[in-house]
């Protein structure tokens, strides 16, 4: 996996005044600094790869349309930017879920699946596994689902999420071992049929 660009206070102050200035290079720079986090945000929410392309795009078009108003908090402009910028998507993602009214859960048929050639027992079981982790997931409140995807989906420290979310690192410690408590709780054993 590669290491993404690091968001840092400084880049995002001068991206962002000069693309209030109207910088076209500015822009395209944010767009890469946050594409695929936004992307693999709105997949692990949503769980269609698709979905998750067309909201992603969605999402930096509602931030180009109000990023004139947008006001950098001055003691943490990176994480005031990330949060904003990661609200827009979750607003869409719920937005797209109340439009449908249907709980999705992926089931990718092309899902790597770990082992040469695996029974089919252990891929169903595996799908299963994976469909009780995503219902999980989605039962978590925001804060905790960011912190679960910012530490499990992009390896980010826990520094780096408490600069991300706006928060301490001690808040972001106790948001993800509530959030772990509940997944536990959630999907302890599988009921297996009698």
């Known amino acids: 996996m590669a290491v993404p660009t690091p968001v840092t206070d400084e880049t995002v102050t001068s991206l962002v005044?000069?693309?209030?200035?109207?910088?076209?290079?500015?822009?395209?720079?944010?767009?890469?600094?946050y594409a695929d986090?936004?992307?693999?945000?709105?997949?692990?929410?949503?769980g269609d790869e698709e979905l998750?392309?067309?909201?992603?795009?969605?999402?930096?078009?509602?931030?180009?349309?109000?990023?004139?108003?947008?006001?950098?908090?001055r003691q943490r402009p990176a994480a005031s930017f990330s949060a904003w910028l990661?609200?827009?998507?979750?607003?869409l993602a719920c937005d797209h879920r109340r439009s449908r009214r249907v709980v999705q859960v992926s089931l990718d048929p092309e899902l790597p699946l770990p082992g040469l050639d695996p029974a089919p027992e252990a891929v169903?079981?595996?799908?299963?596994?994976?469909?009780?982790?995503?219902?999980?997931?989605?039962?978590?409140?925001e804060e905790q689902r960011l912190v679960?995807?910012?530490?499990?989906?992009?390896?980010?420290?826990?520094?780096?999420?408490?600069?991300?979310?706006?928060?301490?690192?001690?808040?972001?410690?106790?948001l993800q071992h509530r959030a772990l408590r509940t997944l536990g709780r959630l999907l302890g054993p599988a009921k297996r049929p009698t």
């Open 17 to 33: 005044l000069r693309c209030q200035r109207g910088d076209q290079s500015a822009l395209e720079q944010l767009y890469e600094l």
């Open 37 to 46: 986090r936004i992307y693999r945000y709105l997949l692990a929410r949503l």
């Open 52 to 73: 998750a392309a067309d909201l992603t795009t969605e999402v930096f078009v509602r931030m180009i349309g109000r990023l004139a108003g947008f006001r950098l908090n």
């Open 86 to 91: 990661y609200r827009i998507a979750a607003n």
């Open 124 to 141: 169903a079981e595996q799908r299963e596994t994976l469909a009780r982790l995503a219902q999980a997931i989605q039962a978590l409140n």
């Open 148 to 174: 679960i995807i910012g530490k499990f989906v992009e390896e980010m420290s826990n520094a780096q999420i408490a600069a991300w979310l706006g928060k301490t690192e001690g808040a972001v410690k106790s």
